[in-house]
């Protein structure tokens, strides 16, 4: 089946430390992107990319980075310097900039 | 400056009856819209969709109306059933001139709540 996995589901983390969360899709799309969702805030961009080896800033980028080595994966690091890091992260494909978006389950990162 | 708007935070609507979701917008180059519906801890899922060249789009009970004059966007629930019960979130693109390499902008969302 194809699909778009996101792993950890939850992670709890100190303050300070740097964390990474896992995007992989199988669904041969070439743009892929990274939400935050937070209550009542809707659904912010961090960081999507368009091609492999290429990315762009989002509306929230600070705090964050990103990489794609890869067609298939998007793997989103929380630093240290993020600094309200707690919320649910979405990461999402589409076959062609602009069009629908496939998300994955998301990611729940807790930040003591 | 918000350019996708859900000016309704919640929305309460008994089982069977109609629900209507409202959805404006402020940028005039948005040519694609879509409606998200999404549960808690869970990723949206896409619901459906309309271009600009249209002003009515149905799937089954979803039906969603495009009102480019006073860029305005609702979406039809009928009938509402116990597992409508999500947020629904309202998205733009400017996809068929070009533009939105940034992919879809959202709105806020809608927590809309089915009552038996």
């Known amino acids: 089946d194809g699909g778009i996995t996101q792993s950890p589901k939850y992670l709890f983390r100190k303050e300070g430390q740097n964390v990474t969360l896992s995007c992989e899709q199988n669904?041969?799309?070439?743009?892929m992107y990274w939400y935050r969702q937070d209550p009542g805030q809707g659904l912010r961009l961090i960081y999507y990319?368009?091609?492999?080896?290429?990315?762009q800033k989002g509306d929230i980028a600070e705090g964050y980075s990103v990489s794609r080595e890869k067609k298939e994966s998007f793997p989103l690091t929380v630093t240290s310097a993020q600094k309200n890091p707690t919320a649910f992260y979405l990461c999402?494909?589409?076959?062609?900039?602009?069009?629908?978006?496939?998300f994955g389950e998301g990611s729940r990162l807790t930040v003591l | 400056d918000q350019q996708v708007k859900q000016n309704s935070p919640s929305l309460s609507v008994q089982e069977g009856r109609i629900s209507i979701l409202n959805c404006d917008y402020t940028?005039?180059?948005?040519?694609?819209f879509l409606w998200y519906k999404k549960y808690p801890a869970e990723g949206p899922t896409f619901l459906i969709s309309?271009?600009?060249?249209?002003d009515k789009n149905e799937d089954g009970r979803f039906t969603v109306f495009l009102n480019k004059s006073a860029k305005h966007l609702s979406l039809h629930i009928v009938p509402s059933q116990p597992g409508d019960s999500a947020v629904y979130f309202c998205?733009?693109?400017?996809?068929?001139?070009?533009?939105?390499?940034?992919?879809?902008?959202f709105g806020k969302g809608t927590h809309l709540i089915i009552q038996p």
């Open positions: 940028n005039s180059m948005f040519d694609y």
């Open positions: 669904l041969n799309h070439d743009a």
């Open positions: 309309i271009s600009s060249i249209k």
């Open positions: 999402a494909s589409s076959i062609r900039p602009a069009g629908e978006l496939f």
């Open positions: 990319s368009q091609i492999v080896n290429d990315f």
């Open positions: 998205a733009a693109s400017s996809m068929y001139s070009g533009g939105g390499a940034d992919g879809l902008t």
